[in-house]
């Protein structure tokens, strides 16, 4: 199996319990603190094309910074450098296997890249 990062907030209880899935199923990760060490545009763009979800959904839409941003329809483009410029609106937790990505809401989804293939 590839290696597996979770982007993790450790002030999310989502991602705490994502984190706290993986360990008790004794999956071998490596956590990276998406707010200490942001991911760049480049590496947005990797992981949305990895997603099964819409860019949209990779945005924390209730956060302040969005809304201040005042986006009506925002493209893809636009949800990733918003998220690249404010990495507080990355919806977390997301783990990535390296071919495919899943976000953590319910923390349960990101069980799914342990199973398939």
Known sequence: MAALILYHN????????????????????????YLDDPLDLEELRSLAARLD??????????????????????DDEACLSAIAKHPRLLQRPILDRGDRAVIGRSPEAILTLLDSK
Request: charge should be positive.
């Open 10 to 33: 450790p002030r999310c209880s989502k991602s705490r319990e994502a984190l706290a899935l993986l360990t008790a199923h004794d999956v071998d990760i490596q956590v990276r603190r």
């Open 53 to 74: 979800a819409p860019v949209a959904s990779m945005v924390r839409s209730n956060e302040a910074e969005w809304k201040a941003l005042s986006l009506s329809e925002p």
